[in-house]
């Protein structure tokens, strides 16, 4: 069975500052690897996505993740970030061999301080 | 621009109570799905469709039951609430040719059960 670690619960960042999310998964083969953003009230809005091919994925509002197969890892960053990101990111992680299912991790809350 | 939209934002209903919530959307999609999300735990899968009338046990469908007589429609259903379903509740749809069954989510309706 597939699994996702999101290791960090809470992260505080200063606007303007670097933002690294970290993510760790589990599954025997390629997996589908993604990364969904929930602002506050809100449902979720897909970020960006990985399937093959290019490890480093450009995704909206300025995100990136890498696709480390060696480290089961996909991290997510932003070079600077604003007060607007401030949400809960979840990573998911999916495999053909699941259906069509998709198993999330448990979320890290981003703050982003003035 | 895709759409899934959740019958009630925000829900309040008593122990026992029957409690229907009602997910609908527009992509012409097979595949449907009812999260609950809580704090710390992210989003956990409660059951699935991937057609009219086919329904599948998510990891935790204890509780909940669910109708699909429609496509584009998608009810998930409390027998009878208790206060430990009180949770956000996350609809989801997918499709079967679409990109890696990439996920299109509901806003959520927040239940209260007292």
């Known amino acids: 069975a597939q699994s996702v670690t999101q290791p960090d619960i809470h992260i505080t960042v200063s606007e303007g500052a670097s933002l690294e999310l970290r993510c760790n998964y589990s599954?025997?083969?390629?997996?589908?690897l993604f990364w969904y953003v929930q602002s506050p009230g809100q449902g979720l809005q897909l970020l960006l996505k990985?399937?093959?091919?290019?490890?480093l994925v450009q995704g909206i509002k300025g995100f990136e993740a890498e696709f480390k197969r060696s480290q089961s890892s996909f991290n997510l960053r932003k070079p600077s970030v604003h007060w607007s990101d401030a949400a809960e990111y979840f990573c998911?992680?999916?495999?053909?061999?699941?259906?069509?299912?998709?198993?999330f991790g448990g979320g890290t809350r981003v703050l982003v301080k003035p | 621009d895709v759409k899934v939209t959740q019958s009630s934002r925000y829900l309040v209903k008593r122990t026992g109570e029957k409690v229907f919530l009602e997910c609908v959307q527009d992509?012409?999609?097979?595949?449907m799905f009812w999260y609950r999300q809580d704090p710390g735990l992210g989003l956990r899968l409660i059951y699935f469709?991937?057609?009219?009338?086919?329904?599948e046990k998510g990891d935790i469908p204890e509780g909940y039951s669910v109708s699909r007589e429609k496509k584009e429609r998608f009810s998930l259903i409390l027998e009878s609430a208790s206060t430990n379903q009180t949770s956000m509740y996350l609809c989801?749809?997918?499709?079967?040719?679409?990109?890696?069954?990439?996920?299109?989510f509901g806003p959520g309706t927040r239940l209260t059960v007292t």
């Open positions: 989801a749809s997918s499709s079967l040719s679409g990109a890696h069954y990439e996920q299109y």
């Open positions: 599954y025997g083969a390629t997996p589908y």
């Open positions: 990985y399937f093959s091919g290019d490890t």
């Open positions: 998911a992680v999916g495999a053909r061999a699941a259906g069509n299912k998709l198993t």
């Open positions: 992509m012409d999609h097979e595949n």
């Open positions: 469709s991937y057609d009219v009338k086919m329904k």
